[in-house]
């Protein structure tokens, strides 16, 4: 597949996701799946054509991991000629392995009205799946989409600046006094017994915060 762009620098995150996806290429644990049934009389052309047009339309979807001297980047490639593919089963959808370095690393799979999404997190995360299908569906039904957003490139860029920056110290410095107060700073927590007082295999912790206008999953993302 020819390439469309020029190797992009990866973002932290998703250096952190193709690490452990190289430690382990048939895990499915940074696999992004859902299954749904459509109403009948789909019809898989228009389908094709409506998730053709929103891949074109996101270098994201497109994207694929390879590594230059040792370090990965993001490359663009270009569409692919189909991005549908129309199956007797859907199981396999789920579980296959993604080919990290020449993608793609999304799959769309139609099973008479089963319909999945699966694609690597390093594209693809809950919340993006609900807007693609929103694309999608507006596509299909030759409505307008909205223009899309800054490319991996801008968004990397804005990243880099960031790390760079004097609020990435001060962001830094909050959180090593943040976590300095728990017990986190001690090292990664030991099995506890849970809340329930069973030992059900988790890792506990406390984390001390200010009241913050955040989701526990940010708080958690920041560690």
């Not at 039904?141 to 990435?168: F, K, M």
């Not at 017994?193 to 708080?219: A, H």
Request: proline share 8%.
């Amino acid at each position: 597949m020819d390439v469309a762009t020029a190797a992009i620098p990866l973002a932290v995150v998703t250096q952190r996701i193709w690490l452990e996806c190289k430690r382990s290429p048939d895990s499915s644990a940074y696999f992004v799946p859902f299954v749904y049934r459509l109403n009948p009389g789909v019809d898989p052309d228009r389908l094709e054509q409506a998730l053709r047009a929103t891949v074109q339309a996101h270098p994201a979807l497109r994207s694929v991991i390879r590594e230059v001297d040792g370090m990965p980047y993001q490359v663009v490639l270009e569409t692919p000629a189909q991005v549908l593919e129309v199956s007797d089963s859907w199981e396999w959808a789920i579980t296959r392995p993604f080919d990290t370095e020449n993608g793609p690393l999304f799959r769309f799979v139609l099973c008479g009205d089963i319909f999945v999404i699966n694609g690597s997190h390093m594209v693809l995360d809950g919340g993006s799946i609900t807007l693609l299908l929103e694309e999608v569906g507006a596509r299909y039904n030759g409505q307008s989409v909205p223009e899309p957003g800054p490319g991996p490139a801008a968004w990397g860029a804005h990243e880099r600046d960031y790390l760079d920056s004097a609020d990435h110290e001060a962001d830094r410095a909050y959180w090593a006094q943040a976590l300095a107060q728990s017990d986190f700073h001690t090292g990664l927590p030991t099995r506890r017994v849970s809340y329930q007082g069973e030992r059900d295999g988790n890792l506990y912790f406390s984390l001390r915060l200010p009241d913050m206008k955040v989701s526990p999953f940010v708080t958690t993302l920041a560690l």
